[in-house]
């Protein structure tokens, strides 16, 4: 079964607008941390924001905000105010667990590519 | 400079070759990855390292080795290359979070390998 589900392969989204990005995942680890990662044309893998599975509070970097609804195991990246430079894949990512039950693995979707129209 | 750097970038080779994928970095962290990325299929780990006397299995470590030669250098190894091992290999590093047992990784620029 995926533990990490993106349903979208692709997305169109006008420039200047909102766009979610869908990302559910599966676990039975109370303790996980949830990724997003853009990766544009160029290859490398960047970053974008972070989610513990205990903070009770959505986390927020600049233009990007995670959807996290824990109970429907979602945890849905929002780009507000879409630029140009959006357009890339971007994936999901979950890390599980503690050391010392073979956790520590970092567990990524499929993916969603994002397209941004002028 | 980059804080995580793969050596090559882009490399082709024949079926039955041996390569090796080097990575190297400057942050100081502790654990060390290799993924490969193929189309559809996202990032699969490949084998991760604690430190440098910690080496782990990923999910698809059939026809790879590793060498964590120190802190800072992790090596991927195909001893006898095969075309489905054609992918993009990424290198990641982290450091234990002070808050959680969760950790951000940081990538590499990746190595394209294409087996022929």
């Known amino acids: 079964a995926q533990k990490i589900t993106q349903t979208q392969p692709g997305m169109f989204v006008q420039e200047k607008e909102a766009v979610t990005l869908d990302c559910t995942y599966d676990?039975?680890?109370?303790?996980?941390?949830l990724f997003w990662y853009k990766q544009p044309s160029s290859g490398e893998m960047i970053f974008l924001i972070y989610q513990g599975s205990y903070d009770q509070q959505n986390a927020t970097e600049g233009r990007y905000s995670l959807n996290f609804q824990k109970a429907r195991k979602s945890a849905n990246l929002v780009i507000s105010a879409s630029q140009l430079g959006d357009s890339a894949m971007y994936f999901c990512?979950?890390?599980?667990?503690?050391?010392?039950?073979?956790?520590?693995?970092?567990?990524f979707g499929a993916g969603t590519r994002l397209f941004v129209k002028a | 400079d980059a804080d995580v750097t793969q050596t090559p970038r882009n490399r082709i080779t024949k079926t039955g070759k041996r390569i090796m994928l080097e990575c190297s970095q400057t942050?100081?962290?502790?654990?060390m990855y290799w993924y490969r990325q193929d189309p559809g299929l996202g990032l699969r780990l490949i084998y991760y390292?604690?430190?440098?006397?910690?080496?782990n299995k990923g999910e698809i470590s059939d026809g790879y080795s590793v060498s964590r030669q120190a802190q800072a250098k992790f090596s991927l190894s195909l001893e006898s290359a095969i075309p489905n091992q054609t992918a993009l290999y990424f290198c990641?590093?982290?450091?234990?979070?002070?808050?959680?047992?969760?950790?951000?990784?940081?990538f590499g620029p990746g190595t394209r390998l294409t087996v022929l």
């Open positions: 942050k100081g962290h502790d654990r």
């Open positions: 390292s604690f430190d440098v006397k910690d080496i």
């Open positions: 676990t039975s680890d109370p303790s996980y941390g």
């Open positions: 990512a979950m890390r599980e667990g503690q050391r010392d039950t073979g956790g520590f693995k970092t567990i």
């Open positions: 990641a590093t982290s450091a234990a979070a002070l808050a959680g047992p969760w950790d951000e990784q940081f």
